[in-house]
């Protein structure tokens, strides 16, 4: 038994090949991150075209005061609407992402969930037809008198409320210039 051999050499070894390998993630990292940016950049695009799809074009809307909920806010160019990104709790561990289109007479368009955790088949159905599409063509007033459904009141809930905080931001940035 060598003292050099057993145990000299892997404390030496192990933290030269930690670095490595640490190294090695981070230019991977380095040379992955741009193209995973601009894929989630294109897929955001599509998401906003296929909300409002006789947009020209979206410019990011900057204001101040909106929901908390509310990451992102998008103008038509052609003044057809507003698209706004909503991030919401419901019954899941992750947060209800979605978008939501609102039209320039304040009535929804169409919205979309693009990412969530909540529980299959119970929770998923909200959003998807008939419930979902029930919100589409309403006002403000409207998407109140839509029922909850039963056994997933959380996450009913949740979307409502998404909605409901894209229509205060829809009031925040309507008037804008």
């Not at 741009?34 to 799809?53: D, G, Y």
Request: hydrophobic share 45%; glycine share 8%; with cysteine.
């Amino acid at each position: 038994m060598s003292i050099k051999k057993d145990f000299v050499m892997p404390i030496i070894v192990l933290p030269l090949v930690c670095l490595f390998v640490s190294g090695a993630l981070a230019l991977v990292n380095n040379l992955t991150q741009p193209i995973i940016e601009n894929a989630a950049a294109e897929r955001a695009a599509l998401a906003r075209k296929e909300i409002i799809p006789q947009a020209d074009g979206f410019e990011l809307v900057d204001a101040e005061g909106l929901p908390r909920t509310v990451t992102e806010i998008y103008k038509t160019t052609n003044n057809t609407g507003y698209v706004f990104m909503v991030s919401v709790r419901g019954y899941g561990v992750d947060p209800i992402r979605l978008i939501c289109g609102i039209d320039m007479n304040g009535r929804v368009i169409r919205s979309q969930v693009l990412a969530h955790d909540e529980t299959q088949g119970l929770g998923t159905p909200i959003f998807e037809e008939p419930h979902a599409g029930q919100y589409w063509g309403n006002d403000r007033n409207g998407i109140e008198q839509i029922q909850a459904i039963s056994g997933a009141t959380i996450t009913s809930v949740a979307y409502k409320n998404a909605i409901r905080d894209a229509f205060t931001a829809y009031e925040i940035v309507r008037n804008l210039p």
